[in-house]
């Protein structure tokens, strides 16, 4: 998987060189804002997310605002590719090793100095359905167990994460950056859906779908990284931060 750079007024555009000439000339149209927005489903400080039309084709559009606009993540550009490049050369690379489910990233935008100033990433659009049921999860651990074996994991692994299609789950909302041995970030995995809203309402039981990760060196370190951060005291800061990025603290 080759990824194809191109310049386009104050911006790089990146995509896969396979689709070079239909993604040079929708990412040049984004940056142009020639484009509609569907819908916007989301537009917060720190995140802005649409479905947008160019051509008569939806896509989902994501403005990745926190590595703008958070001091210590902003830094980090200055050596770091960027979420939304990130987000592209992982995502397509997972999709060449096989992870068909994955919802597929078309186009990187970064506009940079010396550090990201903005950045895009354009998605894919899926119509899908929101998981409800026992079934739906079994399959979410299936999948997960697929893209586990890639060495890749998802970092946010909520049901609400995954989206029922006619050809069956489709994963969003994810980097899916690898990690090489240890377990650790896969093992987060699992015990954040453990957490899940609707897999407490059903009472699943995850471990009886996945016992192997118990036997993973990682898990019980993620296991203790979890229990520390859900002490009073690590909730009062983290309640103390919401509150103060709502007064406009970049923190």
Aim: hydrophobic share 40%; aromatic share 8%; with cysteine.
């Amino acid at each position: 998987m080759k990824i194809k750079e191109v310049e386009y007024k104050e911006w790089k555009l990146y995509y896969s060189e396979k689709d070079r000439v239909s993604m040079e000339r929708i990412g040049k149209n984004i940056v142009d804002k020639n484009f509609e927005v569907i819908q916007t489903l989301k537009d917060t400080k720190r995140n802005y997310v649409a479905i947008i039309k160019i051509n008569n084709i939806k896509y989902i559009l994501k403005e990745l605002r926190s590595e703008i606009i958070i001091p210590q993540r902003k830094i980090q550009t200055l050596v770091k590719k960027g979420e939304a490049l990130t987000t592209l050369i992982n995502g397509l690379e997972a999709i060449d090793e096989g992870l068909i489910e994955l919802v597929k990233p078309l186009i990187a935008l970064v506009k940079r100095g010396k550090m990201i100033e903005k950045s895009f990433i354009l998605m894919e659009y899926i119509e899908g359905k929101i998981l409800k049921n026992t079934k739906d999860i079994i399959e979410v651990i299936e999948v997960t167990k697929k893209f586990h074996n890639l060495g890749r994991y998802h970092g946010d692994l909520n049901t609400s994460n995954f989206l029922r299609t006619e050809t069956g789950l489709r994963i969003v909302d994810t980097q899916m950056k690898k990690e090489k041995k240890l377990w650790f970030k896969r093992s987060n995995d699992i015990l954040i859906l453990k957490e899940d809203l609707l897999v407490l309402e059903l009472k699943t039981e995850i471990d009886e779908y996945y016992p192997e990760i118990k036997e993973k060196r990682g898990y019980l370190l993620a296991k203790f990284f979890r229990k520390i951060k859900k002490l009073k005291l690590v909730e009062c800061i983290r309640e103390k931060k919401k509150q103060l990025r709502k007064k406009g603290w970049k923190i």
